[in-house]
């Protein structure tokens, strides 16, 4: 009954005389989807009247439209709609300038960092062109609300995984603070407390200091991932990447693999294979093979090549793929460094994404590839964009950033693996300057860029709904078991010398998600209490010296579920120039904190919340409840309010007979001639698509003889 329902909800329309801006907003594709769901369970009844229940065009509120409504119609809610343009390729002017990123590692090491404080020394986002609307949303929007922050440890560079089977299991990593401090952490009451754990650290000298975390969950309940890369502590340093599994939740961990390849790794991340029933493809080969994608560069930081290691359950290595090597002139075997991989929805296939720049660092390019068969079979290059760089040059080097610090590469890939009409779908997040010629401008937007053609081809959007004139940047992406986008992004508030747009004295973290694909979003929440604002100098200090690195490279949002109920926990960097530093427990300024967003629906849109709605999945503003037993009469009799005809044949069962009233009726509200009011099965008023899909819902099955 699920689909079907679905189906009801994707039909359903608005509140009669609901007009926005006088024109409807529908998806002939997703009509399509909709009839066929509804004609599977009609088994073959007429399908003009199946085209009927789609034929009611699907009307949203647009945020600044001015709707009509009749007086007695419940208002919709409102949501933030996205407009799709295409995104041109990336020209061959950009493809021959492109170079790898600089090492991420420089000024993140233990002997870099000082317990002290700091010393003082047409691109994406640039067609106008109008996109076609997008349609309507497919279901109410979630209530977001975000709960108390809560600081985990000293340091920065967040990292966080949230256990598949219960989201209240968490594994939070970072870059721990102080030599001293504790790196890894894990909560088993959803961010309610956080105790330190001990991560393995890698073999002989590599085991002085350890930063550049990535956590994701495995495929079992209770089954944590997390990697490091840890430092030798020499001069000039190295570092290898060390992958740790913890079976019970992330209380005690143990070291999975070690990356001993012969070259200073840098910007290290992972993903794991999964099974068809975490959404992975139908075989079974490579469950729980992970993915390691790391940089490689000499003694004297010069780019060697990136990597992909393909690692067993065990932590066997079983393949390892040179995905980069320097560029040369004429040539274009240079791939992109700083690669995300993200396994696809067939067993055994991986999509990355690499990052690559120009000699300046004002443009930053994407490119993206597929590897097959775990490693067999590696496409380079299957498309990639372009956009400039948020920020302003650090110094003299190719660091970008603001605030005085640089902002690492500021994008993350994700894919649906839920099984609805959107699986396979990918989707990127960045942030693109918007104002690259103009610096006294918003310097830092929040676009979505969507492929459905496994990286082929991509469409972008602005996220709707950010602040008007403000720079936001640091962008996180998960993409949940149900294929809603989760997005946080940093935004700078207040400055002294530019407004903000480029050095901010404060700055906080919004978050906002998307169920239906990024075509619409709800209301930006504001993640972050006001006594955890960020607090920057302002004018920022010069981090030369630590390579400008202040809160790090890598920051996660994670989705998942508590009790039914969807949650995604923010873990990030904060920041307090008002902190001591003085090398005590959470001194340091800058601080890995975690903040749980909670996310609540009212599917049926009568206006109650799922948790407080006595029949969650059908419109019955009433609540009402004859026997008092919790459960709402029209869910709990629906079968006999849908059995309308209960004559003849059709006698104790759902069938063509109780159809064809609905049909004469369909498009008829109250006051009508034609309007039926036993079979406006919603009940809201009118005889619509939402009230043929419940009745599809039910179709062929007998109707109990006693209702409860």
């Not at 809610?77 to 996205?82: I, M």
């Not at 021959?96 to 991420?104: F, I, K, L, N």
Request: proline share 7%.
């Amino acid at each position: 009954m699920a689909a079907e329902f679905h189906a009801a909800m994707a039909c359903r329309r608005s509140p009669p005389s609901c007009i926005v801006t006088g024109e409807p907003i529908w998806d002939p594709v997703q009509a399509e989807d909709v009839a066929a769901l509804i004609m599977r369970r009609l088994q073959g009844v007429s399908a003009l009247v199946v085209a009927l229940a789609c034929s009611a065009p699907l009307l949203v509120t647009i945020p600044g439209a001015a709707p009509t409504q009749a007086a007695d119609a419940k208002p919709p809610r409102v949501l933030l709609r996205a407009r799709f343009l295409p995104v041109e390729p990336i020209p061959a002017s950009v493809l021959a300038g492109r170079v790898p990123v600089p090492p991420s590692y420089k000024g993140k090491s233990g002997r870099e960092r000082s317990s002290g404080p700091e010393t003082a020394v047409a691109p994406l986002g640039g067609p106008t062109a109008e996109a076609p609307k997008a349609p309507a949303p497919e279901s109410a929007p979630p209530v977001v609300v975000a709960g108390t922050d809560v600081p985990v440890g000293d340091g920065s560079e967040t990292a966080i995984a949230v256990d598949l089977g219960d989201g209240n299991t968490l594994a939070a990593a970072l870059n721990l603070g102080y030599i001293t401090s504790p790196s890894l952490f894990n909560s088993l009451n959803g961010n309610g407390s956080w105790t330190a754990r001990t991560f393995p650290a890698g073999s002989g000298t590599f085991s002085f200091y350890p930063f550049d975390p990535w956590a994701s969950p495995g495929n079992t309940t209770n089954e944590l991932f997390a990697s490091f890369l840890w430092s030798n502590g020499a001069n000039p340093p190295s570092a290898r990447m060390v992958v740790a599994r913890s079976a019970g939740g992330g209380v005690s961990w143990s070291r999975l693999y070690e990356v001993t390849r012969n070259v200073h790794q840098d910007r290290d991340m992972f993903d794991i294979d999964r099974a068809f029933a975490q959404g992975g493809g139908s075989g079974t080969t490579y469950d729980v093979t992970l993915y390691l994608t790391f940089d490689g560069f000499d003694s004297q930081d010069n780019y060697v090549a990136s990597y992909l290691h393909v690692v067993s359950p065990s932590g066997t290595l079983l393949r390892e793929v040179t995905t980069s090597l320097p560029p040369l002139p004429n040539t274009n075997r240079f791939h992109g460094s700083q690669m995300q991989p993200v396994p696809g929805v067939n067993d055994g296939q991986v999509y990355l994404m690499s990052v690559a720049s120009n000699l300046a660092g004002d443009q930053t390019s994407l490119s993206f590839h597929e590897v097959t068969g775990a490693g067999t079979t590696l496409v380079s290059d299957k498309s990639g964009f372009f956009f400039y760089t948020v920020g302003q040059q650090l110094g003299t080097g190719g660091r970008w950033g603001v605030n005085g610090h640089r902002i690492g590469a500021q994008m993350q890939m994700d894919i649906d693996r839920s099984n609805g009409p959107r699986r396979g779908t990918l989707y990127v997040l960045s942030t693109v300057n918007p104002n690259h010629a103009d610096p006294t401008q918003d310097q830092g937007d929040v676009f979505l860029s969507v492929s459905t053609d496994g990286a082929q081809t991509w469409t972008h959007s602005l996220l709707p709904g950010l602040a008007a004139g403000k720079t936001q940047f640091f962008g996180m992406l998960d993409v949940d078991d149900d294929g809603w986008i989760h997005v946080a992004y940093y935004q700078n508030e207040t400055g002294s010398t530019d407004n903000g747009v480029l050095n901010a004295s404060t700055a906080n973290l919004y978050y906002t998600v998307s169920a239906d694909g990024g075509l619409t979003w709800t209301t930006h929440i504001l993640v972050n209490g006001p006594g955890d604002t960020l607090q920057y100098f302002d004018p920022p200090p010069n981090l030369l010296a630590q390579d400008y690195y202040l809160i790090g490279d890598y920051a996660q949002v994670r989705a998942g579920r508590t009790s039914g109920t969807k949650v995604a926990y923010v873990f990030w960097s904060g920041y307090d120039k008002n902190r001591p530093q003085d090398g005590t427990l959470l001194s340091r300024r800058d601080r890995g904190i975690c903040t749980k967003m909670t996310l609540t629906v009212d599917t049926d849109g009568d206006g109650l919340l799922d948790p407080q709605d006595n029949c969650p999945t059908i419109y019955n503003p009433g609540q009402e409840d004859l026997n008092t037993n919790g459960i709402g009469d029209i869910c709990e009799c629906f079968h006999n309010r849908a059995n309308v005809d209960d004559t003849g044949s059709s006698q104790g069962r759902i069938d063509g007979s109780d159809l064809f009233p609905l049909a004469r009726s369909f498009g008829s509200c109250q006051g009508d001639a034609a309007y039926n009011a036993n079979v406006d099965l919603s009940p809201e008023g009118c005889v619509d698509g939402y009230d043929l899909a419940l009745l599809a819902s039910v179709f062929a099955d007998s109707v109990p003889a006693v209702c409860p």
